[in-house]
């Protein structure tokens, strides 16, 4: 063991304690699921369907000040990456952050509630498992008739999802925030929580927004759970996952599911003595006022446009032949959202589900090019092992622009994928381009999603005239302007 380098590691951590003036440090995990999904690493692994750069750029920011680590997968862990806003000194903070005003987009009024006080639910054990399930008429929460009482006798493979009570064909509109309310209590103190959950209530089980655990009293309590549905569907599920432990008996009731109004924008701003952060946690693009004096700071790696179209989009568009919608998932059961089976191989679409066609079939992709620019275009298609061999070994990706001649290169999706792959490098690209791809040979094949990155870099060290664009789920750090003295690197 090397005495040494503990022993100046302690003398840093203490240095770094000090001049948080005894305020508690934050450590930010960034990492990549072993599927090759990027991720914000907290309790435990959370999917975002963001690009690498985008997810540092937010979390760095988010954390104010910290430790951070920098993993590849959830097994392999201690490299030493570094990111352009690392580098880059902020001095001290000059206030507070504080909320920037900017215009909340229009919604639909919160949709009615569903009233579920009245319906019993259906109970599943899993296999091996055992237990009760009964509508109690006595023991019930304040104001009710009745509620539902589930007696767990036996579990074979304590999980959470071994005891469901689930109550199925709700209507969920994509966007609406909801508040899951309800009363429970259990028998005796139990370990840990239970898991409230929404998703599809049938293949491929897709989650509609909620995923969070819960700690019962052993006494009649009220909770409630406020989440967003990404989808709309009216086969939706309602699950709460009970199989904490067994012997114990947990009763639910009171239960009512309501629309509420959206979050105002969360958009913050944080000034700094050599600089100033903004961070956008809305769902869409804001254009921040700054006022005079700010410049962005220099860096060479993240593209200053980075995003990624989906098939399951108004981008998306077929043109000719039968395109029909599939899912590719293996190695991950969105029936049981909170564990990762063990049974490689693993391969995945991105986002919902993929669209597929035969020989001959054409679709586009609109590449929603913001400005004139060199990019770089990858693809994604899942790396399904068993599958592949019957996927088209060719098919032709066009791009095709108004006014300009057209790009044509080739894919191979019998091999790779899952990953996204490079196919297109310096693409002059402009407003109205669209990726044409076209099934010309024998095989199946997949149109799944598109990852648009610009030559042009975020961090260019350009002044900044007054205003920035911020993206959804992203933040940039900006310079001062003349700042000298500490701010010098």
Same mark, same amino acid.
């Given at each position: 063991?090397?005495?040494?380098?503990?022993?100046?590691?302690?003398?840093?951590?203490?240095?770094?304690?000090?001049?948080?003036?005894?305020?508690?440090?934050?450590?930010?995990?960034?990492?990549?699921?072993?599927?090759?999904?990027?991720?914000?690493?907290?309790?435990?692994?959370?999917?975002?369907?963001?690009?690498?750069?985008?997810?540092?750029? *937010?979390? *760095?920011?988010?954390?104010?000040?910290? *430790?951070?680590?920098?993993?590849?997968?959830?097994?392999?862990?201690?490299?030493?990456?570094?990111?352009?806003?690392?580098?880059?000194?902020?001095?001290?903070?000059?206030?507070?952050?504080?909320?920037?005003?900017v215009p909340s987009p229009p919604s639909p009024p919160p949709s009615p509630a569903v009233d579920l006080r009245s319906e019993a639910g259906h109970v599943w054990f899993g &296999?091996?498992?055992?237990?009760?399930?009964?509508?109690?008429?006595?023991?019930?929460?304040?104001?009710?008739?009745?509620?539902?009482?589930?007696?767990?006798?036996?579990?074979?493979?304590?999980?959470?999802?071994?005891?469901?009570?689930?109550?199925?064909?709700?209507?969920?509109?994509?966007?609406?925030?909801?508040?899951?309310?309800?009363?429970?209590?259990?028998?005796?103190?139990?370990?840990?929580?239970?898991?409230?959950?929404?998703?599809?209530?049938?293949?491929?089980?897709?989650?509609?927004?909620?995923?969070?655990?819960?700690?019962?009293?052993?006494?009649?309590?009220?909770?409630?759970?406020?989440?967003?549905?990404?989808l709309t569907s009216n086969e939706s599920r309602v699950s709460f996952y009970l199989g904490v432990q067994q012997n114990v008996t947990i009763w639910i009731g009171s239960v009512?599911?309501?629309?509420?109004?959206?979050?105002?924008?969360?958009?913050?701003?944080?000034?700094?003595?050599?600089?100033?952060?903004?961070?956008?946690?809305?769902?869409?693009?804001h254009t921040i006022s700054l006022g005079p004096g700010f410049q962005r700071i220099p860096g060479t790696q993240a593209p200053l446009h980075q995003y990624i179209v989906d098939?399951?989009?108004?981008? *998306?568009?077929?043109?000719?032949?039968?395109?029909?919608?599939?899912?590719?998932?293996?190695?991950?059961?969105?029936?049981?959202?909170?564990?990762?089976?063990?049974?490689?191989?693993?391969?995945?679409?991105?986002?919902?589900?993929?669209?597929?066609?035969?020989?001959?079939?054409?679709?586009?992709?609109?590449?929603?090019?913001?400005?004139?620019?060199?990019?770089?275009? %990858?693809?994604?298609?899942?790396?399904?092992?068993?599958?592949?061999?019957?996927?088209?070994?060719?098919?032709?990706?066009?791009?095709?622009? &108004?006014?300009? %001649?057209?790009?044509?290169?080739?894919?191979?999706?019998?091999?790779?994928?899952?990953?996204?792959?490079?196919?297109?490098?310096?693409?002059?690209?402009?407003?109205?381009?669209?990726?044409?791809?076209?099934?010309?040979?024998?095989?199946?094949?997949?149109?799944?999603?598109?990852?648009?990155?610009?030559?042009?870099?975020?961090?260019?060290?350009?002044?900044?005239?007054?205003?920035?664009?911020?993206?959804?789920?992203?933040?940039?750090?900006?310079?001062?302007?003349?700042?000298?003295?500490?701010?010098?690197?």
């Open positions: 063991m090397d005495t040494g380098l503990i022993s100046s590691w302690k003398k840093w951590v203490n240095r770094a304690t000090f001049r948080q003036q005894h305020s508690i440090l934050r450590v930010l995990n960034i990492s990549t699921c072993a599927s090759g999904s990027y991720v914000l690493e907290c309790h435990y692994c959370l999917t975002l369907t963001l690009p690498l750069l985008i997810m540092s750029r *937010f979390g *760095f920011t988010l954390v104010r000040d910290g *430790f951070f680590t920098h993993e590849l997968g959830d097994s392999w862990h201690g490299q030493d990456w570094r990111y352009d806003e690392e580098d880059f000194v902020l001095g001290l903070p000059k206030d507070i952050a504080h909320v920037v005003p &296999p091996g498992d055992s237990g009760v399930a009964t509508i109690d008429t006595v023991d019930v929460p304040p104001g009710a008739l009745s509620a539902n009482k589930i007696t767990i006798t036996l579990l074979n493979n304590p999980s959470n999802d071994h005891v469901d009570l689930q109550h199925d064909g709700i209507t969920l509109t994509a966007a609406q925030r909801y508040t899951l309310t309800f009363w429970a209590k259990s028998s005796v103190v139990i370990p840990g929580p239970i898991e409230l959950n929404t998703r599809l209530d049938h293949d491929p089980w897709s989650g509609l927004g909620l995923n969070m655990p819960q700690r019962l009293s052993t006494k009649w309590a009220q909770y409630n759970a406020t989440f967003t549905s990404p009512i599911l309501a629309g509420v109004p959206p979050l105002p924008p969360r958009v913050l701003r944080r000034d700094y003595d050599c600089g100033v952060v903004i961070w956008n946690a809305d769902k869409v693009k098939d399951d989009s108004n981008a *998306f568009a077929p043109i000719s032949g039968n395109w029909t919608k599939q899912t590719f998932e293996h190695g991950y059961s969105m029936s049981s959202p909170q564990m990762e089976s063990d049974f490689p191989p693993y391969w995945h679409h991105f986002e919902v589900g993929a669209h597929t066609a035969r020989q001959g079939a054409q679709a586009q992709f609109d590449l929603q090019i913001p400005q004139s620019d060199l990019y770089n275009i %990858s693809l994604w298609w899942p790396a399904a092992s068993s599958l592949q061999p019957q996927w088209s070994p060719t098919m032709n990706v066009h791009f095709s622009c &108004p006014g300009a %001649s057209r790009n044509t290169t080739s894919v191979n999706l019998q091999v790779r994928g899952d990953e996204w792959e490079l196919v297109a490098t310096d693409v002059q690209l402009s407003s109205g381009c669209v990726l044409l791809l076209e099934c010309v040979d024998t095989g199946l094949c997949i149109a799944d999603a598109v990852l648009i990155e610009s030559k042009s870099r975020y961090n260019d060290n350009a002044q900044v005239v007054q205003s920035v664009d911020v993206t959804s789920m992203d933040s940039i750090v900006l310079s001062r302007i003349g700042a000298g003295g500490s701010c010098l690197n």
